[in-house]
């Protein structure tokens, strides 16, 4: 479970990827001149201890993976941190990881992806209602919750005016 303080879970992040606590720090937002008492401070800590023990575990279930999820994530803030800097300033390239970030994060996807489906008009009533029961689970309970009762709405409107 994600940490309350997103540069605490930024660093447990980095930990598991493997990177060094001194560059943890740096990668999750700390100076680099107190980057060192940063790392050494935040790797005391039991919930941060518990967050890279639980990252490291999803890792091991992904073994088949070459690139692990925590090292991506990592990495892709990492471009848009240097893409931002002013120094470098390459907001393309940070434009892209943000995107990447967004679709890891499931709150973008590609239009190829939406449109997967084919033609639903080709489907019948049985597989167009595993389609949206498939659909339902991906969201997240309160989110579901949300849709289901404004469906629900609009069925009851829908047939109240025929």
């Not at 940490?3 to 980095?14: F, K, T």
């Not at 990881?97 to 679709?103: G, I, N, P, R």
């Not at 339902?136 to 009851?156: H, I, Y």
Request: glycine fraction near 6%.
């Amino acid at each position: 479970m994600r940490l309350s303080n997103h540069r605490h879970d930024a660093y447990a992040v980095a930990r598991a990827a493997g990177y060094s606590q001194t560059e943890s720090a740096k990668r999750a937002g700390f100076p680099g001149t107190s980057a060192p008492n940063a790392g050494y401070r935040l790797e005391r800590q039991e919930t941060i201890k518990q967050r890279v023990a639980e990252l490291l575990a999803e890792e091991r279930q992904d073994d088949a993976e070459i690139a692990t999820r925590p090292w991506i994530v990592c990495n892709l803030a990492e471009i848009v941190r240097i893409g931002l800097h002013p120094d470098s300033r390459d907001l393309g390239n940070a434009n892209r990881a943000l995107e990447m970030l967004a679709k890891i994060g499931g709150y973008m996807m590609d239009k190829k992806e939406s449109r997967s489906e084919g033609n639903l008009m080709s489907l019948s009533s049985g597989q167009l209602r595993e389609l949206l029961d498939a659909r339902l689970a991906e969201l997240a309970p309160a989110v579901r919750e949300r849709v289901l009762l404004l469906a629900s709405a609009d069925a009851e409107t829908e047939v109240s005016h025929t």
